[in-house]
């Protein structure tokens, strides 16, 4: 057994599918926590405080062409106000409108955001006359862009290896985007009434998501995060996803490993049918094998089929237990969790997404004592 462990040393050697000195502990929000923490490195150092593992952050963004120009204007309308905004590009003018509704108060419409496109009134892409626009929009970092992310990297590194945790890249990939630019219901629709569309919105989207991937991967990561969260069988088919959206993964996973850093896919649920899929484009890492709900993950099937080929990481509830559950519940609750999915390494106990600011801070605490309890290599569970 390995013993007095940095955090990153330990995730890494579970990232790798071995067994640390015991199983890491992550968040990815620490509900009620993450009001006590002003940025990255306060948070990483916090929760190793708390007993459990970190992370920092690193991502770089699109940066408008120059020629590009944008317009803003509120519409008064019922039942919610309306946002719009209107880009003039030189290959045309793109609008997209949202719903401002009572829990999203924005003054602004992201490109990307899970709060955006299901709030959305209008889209920027209506057909494939747009995208030469789109390019405009989506257009390189500029040269001062990149030396202030490297200038950030170098500060997140120096930092992380202060703390002794694991620096991990951040991407969006083009499914994401997608629904953004042409709105969910259209891209659940697109994908059999309108493919052509959807497959020129996503190889091109896809083509400056890999401009920024490079970029990531030329800073000093530990691990690159990719959210393939909408890239399942709660959304598509799965012959649409293996389609559609498999041969854009696996084209990220290669460029990862071509630079020999992990790649870490998240999606909580409706990834049953690809976990073969997964393992064979070599995926490093899975998460957060949420296990209740629609399409949740079947835990003991998921370690018994791929557990020796990827990492896990995930497994438990992070609503009812913390929301309503005591310390004696949590802790039996980490204890099967741990049956499950910690045997043999290659495994990291996290929440099945992030942890509501509504959650128990005893139940946190208890789910951090319970895993440092009974996670020790070797396992000895009651």
């Not at 057909?127 to 789109?134: N, P, R, T």
Request: with cysteine; hydrophobic share 40%.
């Amino acid at each position: 057994m390995v013993s007095e462990l940095t955090s990153a040393e330990r995730v890494k050697l579970a990232y790798a599918g071995e067994e640390p000195d015991r199983v890491p502990i992550l968040f990815r929000a620490a509900g009620p926590w993450e009001a006590r923490w002003s940025g990255d490195y306060e948070r990483a150092r916090g929760l190793l405080q708390a007993g459990a593992d970190a992370i920092m952050h690193l991502g770089v963004s699109w940066r408008t062409h120059p020629d590009v120009t944008t317009e803003l204007w509120r519409e008064d309308a019922s039942p919610y106000p309306i946002l719009h905004k209107l880009y003039h590009t030189p290959a045309g003018d793109l609008h997209a409108s949202v719903q401002v509704t009572p829990d999203w108060q924005v003054n602004d419409i992201p490109l990307y955001s899970d709060h955006a496109w299901p709030r959305g009134v209008d889209y920027l892409v209506k057909s494939e006359q747009d995208l030469e626009a789109l390019r405009y929009v989506l257009g390189d970092p500029s040269e001062s862009d990149l030396s202030a992310f490297r200038e950030r990297a170098e500060q997140v590194r120096e930092q992380a290896d202060e703390l002794g945790v694991v620096v991990q890249g951040n991407m969006t990939p083009a499914p994401l985007y997608a629904m953004g630019f042409l709105g969910g219901q259209r891209c659940l629709t697109g994908v059999r009434d309108e493919p052509e569309l959807l497959a020129a919105v996503l190889a091109m989207v896809h083509e400056r998501t890999t401009r920024l991937l490079e970029v990531v991967l030329d800073a000093p990561v530990d691990v690159v995060y990719r959210s393939n969260c909408y890239e399942t069988v709660d959304l598509f088919a799965p012959s649409d996803v293996r389609d559609r959206f498999m041969p854009l993964l696996a084209a990220d996973v290669r460029l990862c490993h071509q630079a020999e850093v992990p790649i870490h896919c998240f999606a909580q649920t409706g990834l049953m049918p690809f976990l073969e899929d997964y393992a064979r484009l070599s995926v490093d890492i899975i998460s957060s094998l949420d296990p209740v709900g629609p399409n949740a993950m079947d835990l003991e099937a998921t370690k018994r089929l791929i557990g020796d080929r990827c990492c896990l990481m995930g497994g438990m509830d992070n609503r009812d237990p913390f929301l309503r559950g005591t310390p004696e519940q949590m802790e039996r609750l980490v204890i099967e969790t741990l049956r499950l999915l910690a045997p043999g390494g290659g495994y990291i106990l996290s929440l099945a997404g992030m942890l509501f600011p509504e959650a128990r801070e005893e139940n946190i605490t208890a789910f951090i004592e319970a895993a440092r309890r009974y996670g020790h290599y070797p396992l000895e569970l009651p």
